[in-house]
């Protein structure tokens, strides 16, 4: 005779749900000798975030030269997309800096970008 199993019974292989009023406890162990070595960072420099050499301050150099530069000047001296030029002279330039941004093109050469005073604007 075969086994039967009692009606509406039935089996589970999953685990209980658990408790929503109980917390999650995570412990954080370390073993002894298996923390890494982290090397120090080295200090910001003292002058202020306007003396690091970061690709903002690149741009603003090349656009505070009294010839201004090109969107190719812009993009060799950080490696930036073209749409990423034009982002950073639209949004970080004239929005958030607040300066004054002139673009020029003479008959047959390429467009040139200026950072000038706010009084000093040529037309």
């Excluded at 039967?4 to 412990?27: G, Y």
């Excluded at 073993?31 to 050499?53: E, F, L």
């Excluded at 301050?57 to 010839?67: E, H, M, P, V």
């Excluded at 000038?116 to 040529?122: D, H, L, P």
Aim: glycine share 8%; hydrophobic share 30%.
């Amino acid at each position: 005779m075969a086994k039967s199993r009692p009606p509406n019974v039935a089996q589970s292989n999953t685990k209980p749900s658990p408790d929503p009023t109980k917390k999650r406890v995570t412990r954080n162990v370390r073993r002894p000798g298996s923390a890494r070595a982290v090397a120090p960072t080295p200090p910001v420099p003292s002058n202020g975030p306007s003396q690091r050499a970061t690709k903002q301050n690149a741009c603003l150099r090349l656009l505070a030269r009294s010839d201004g530069a090109t969107i190719e000047d812009l993009k060799s001296a950080t490696g930036w997309q073209t749409h990423s030029i034009r982002g950073f002279l639209a949004g970080t330039v004239k929005k958030k800096l607040g300066l004054t941004l002139v673009s020029s093109k003479a008959d047959g050469d390429l467009r040139r970008y200026r950072v000038v005073e706010a009084g000093a604007r040529r037309r």
